[in-house]
């Protein structure tokens, strides 16, 4: 069962900041948020992870608050390539899978 | 560095037959897996293997088989085909279960239809 929620879809603008909001309220001490994506008829892409802190790389930077039981996805200049489905997914070390909910339809318009 | 790779990409098959779904990869892990994705919903593991040696059940594991032929490659093999298989098959791969924050990263997918 998915442990987080997001909103179905959103829409961006192209070359603007894309900021993905996720909830995991029950989100355990030991476990990592992790944000993938699927672009249509593509494997999943791995974007980021973070346990307690801010993280940044090439791809996004990911906002986790201090209570850790939501999170933002930050996409700093949305191109028409990211246009995917983004999931939020909360998973420990030692979970040997992860569970993908509905995640966020992201459509970014030129 | 490719990461993993899926062959074949696409196959038909008819019911009742059998065919073996290769991957590999080349980030060195030491966890590989295959899921599954039916049309317009999310993945679900069939199999995983935490470990060279070692195969364990995921949640939907019947009528599938794997084979961890070594570190690099596993195999997922369908016995008899049936139409309920048609699917988007994905392997995926990990540094080792429990290595703190590791990550798990997926191929491009194999897309199998049974007729």
């Known amino acids: 069962d998915a442990k987080t929620t997001q909103p179905p879809s959103m829409d961006c603008a192209e070359g603007r900041a894309a900021n993905l909001p996720c909830n995991h309220s029950t989100i355990s001490g030991n476990e990592y948020v992790y944000w993938y994506r699927q672009i249509h008829s593509q494997g999943p892409q791995y974007i980021i992870h973070g346990l307690k802190n801010n993280e940044t790389n090439e791809m996004a930077s990911l906002i986790i608050t201090e209570d850790r039981k939501s999170s933002t996805l930050i996409l700093p200049h949305a191109t028409l390539r990211d246009t995917a489905v983004y999931y939020c997914?909360?998973?420990?070390?030692?979970?040997?899978?992860?569970?993908f909910g509905a995640g966020t339809t992201v459509t970014v318009r030129a | 560095n490719a990461g993993v790779t899926q062959t074949p990409k696409f196959q038909v098959l008819k019911t009742g037959q059998s065919m073996t779904l290769q991957c590999a990869q080349d980030?060195?892990?030491?966890?590989m897996y295959w899921y599954r994705q039916d049309p317009g919903m999310g993945l679900r593991l069939i199999y995983y293997s935490a470990s060279e040696g070692t195969t364990d059940k995921g949640e939907v594991p019947n009528g599938y088989n794997v084979s961890r032929l070594n570190k690099r490659e596993f195999s997922l093999r369908l016995e008899s085909a049936a139409p309920s298989q048609t699917s988007v098959y994905f392997c995926?791969?990990?540094?080792?279960?429990?290595?703190?924050?590791?990550?798990?990263?997926f191929g491009e997918g194999s897309w199998l239809t049974v007729v």
């Open positions: 997914i909360v998973r420990g070390s030692n979970d040997y899978k992860l569970s």
């Open positions: 980030m060195n892990h030491n966890s």
């Open positions: 995926a791969s990990s540094d080792i279960l429990g290595t703190p924050g590791n990550t798990i990263y």
